[in-house]
């Protein structure tokens, strides 16, 4: 998977990325077969999110043969491994959610009601980039354990679909996948305490383009600082398409527009630690908690288990995706060369740099310093895109 989004200057087209997946019940025993990506350009991001199908009609309308999905940042047709299996007519399978992650048990919910499953080994080795094989959000099939079926390990996940969005961050050498196939990600950043950065802004605003996921914005603690700043910042990210809500947790203030901005949606909260998430997300419905540290629970067996992410209902509707792991993760997952895809104004500008491959740092002739010189692109942006560029 690479960026897609060359040539393109709104957000929507920035993110529609379109593959076809084969099915994972197929005729050849364990061969691997090399499926190409489609892209398409004009398919809208997602039309419906899994929950709201899933609440709907439950997982019995869904196609199990072939799904067209979003791929979240790819080359024109990279390819990818996807191992056919044997007939699994035999094998029972449901299809569920996973909506928990707890150590190497995922919680599986298929309408019904909530499985805990483990994970086939076959996934565990396949995924080898990947610290986890499942994420909270995959949409799986899994077979329910006729010896236990109401033990802590009640169910084991047979298959991972194709992912339609994910939020990765860098851990050590391999991806952690934060959230698959979620609608949005919520930037939070605060009018002060901390001061308010763009340029962190700006990192989440390239981890949510490279994972397909639509952001927006939310500056909180207005009633700290309603000054020109906040003014011109709030500015600048709408002249270039994105939605910020400036709130107050403190007052009351741009709740509503929070709330109505996470109705009926999937959302990953993410920002620095301090802006105010876990505040917010209270306001908005009092006894939602984040899970502000790793959460012990009591399984029950009376062992300890780790929540590492899980989805989180809003009485209002929708889901927020309730993870520790979002607030300091790490942008090397998305290659320095695909840093110009992510900055939504910028794109339109490359192709008039004089080298092909303008890293719009040091050039000469680059359409991108022309543009700033223009008053086109703002020069805060550009500081983030070099500082982005120039780490390690
Ligand atoms: P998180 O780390 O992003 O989850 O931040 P918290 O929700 O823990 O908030 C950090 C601090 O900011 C706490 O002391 C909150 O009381 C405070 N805080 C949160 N929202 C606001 C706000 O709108 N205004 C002010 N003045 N303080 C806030
Ligand atoms: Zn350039």
């Not at 009351?252 to 301090?274: F, P």
């Amino acid at each position: 998977m690479g960026a897609s989004m060359q040539g393109d200057s709104s957000i929507q087209a920035t993110i529609a990325a379109v593959l076809d997946i084969l099915t994972v019940m197929a005729k050849k025993k364990g061969k691997k077969v090399r499926v190409a990506f489609r892209r398409n350009r004009t398919q809208p991001a997602r039309d419906k999110s899994w929950t709201r199908q899933f609440n709907e009609h439950g997982f019995e309308n869904t196609d199990t043969v072939k799904r067209e999905s979003l791929i979240p940042k790819g080359d024109m047709s990279r390819k990818r491994t996807i191992i056919e299996d044997q007939d699994t007519s035999h094998l029972n399978l449901r299809e569920g959610r996973a909506i928990a992650t707890r150590g190497l048990i995922v919680d599986v919910d298929d309408g019904e009601r909530v499985w805990p499953c483990t994970v086939r080994r076959i996934l565990r080795t396949r995924l080898i980039d990947e610290r986890h094989p499942v994420a909270v959000g995959d949409v799986v099939q899994f077979m329910i354990s006729a010896v236990t079926p109401n033990a802590d390990q009640a169910g084991v996940i047979y298959s991972v679909y194709a992912r339609t969005s994910q939020l990765t961050r860098q851990s050590g050498e391999r991806i952690h996948v934060i959230a698959a196939n979620v609608d949005q990600v919520l930037i939070v950043a605060s009018a002060d305490e901390p001061p308010l950065k763009p340029q962190l802004i700006d990192r989440y605003l390239v981890a949510a383009h490279a994972g397909n996921i639509t952001p927006l914005i939310c500056i909180n603690k207005i009633d700290l600082a309603d000054d020109e700043n906040l003014a011109s910042v709030a500015a600048m990210y709408r002249g270039i398409g994105y939605q910020v809500i400036l709130a107050s947790a403190a007052t009351g203030e741009g709740i509503d527009a929070l709330k109505a901005a996470l109705a009926g949606k999937e959302t990953v909260v993410a920002g620095q630690s301090g802006v105010g998430k876990s505040t917010l997300l209270n306001v908005v419905q009092p006894g939602l908690q984040l899970a502000t540290a790793e959460v012990s629970q009591s399984s029950s067996k009376g062992k300890h288990t780790t929540t590492t992410a899980q989805l989180l209902r809003l009485a209002f509707g929708g889901y927020v995706v309730d993870t520790p792991g979002v607030r300091s993760y790490d942008l090397a997952v998305v290659p320095k060369n695909e840093f110009e895809l992510h900055f939504v104004e910028f794109v339109e500008h490359v192709p008039r740099c004089r080298f092909p491959d303008c890293t719009h740092i040091h050039e000469g002739e680059c359409a991108i310093k022309q543009a700033i010189e223009d008053g086109l692109i703002d020069p805060r942006r550009y500081e983030s895109y070099r500082r982005l560029y120039e780490e390690d």
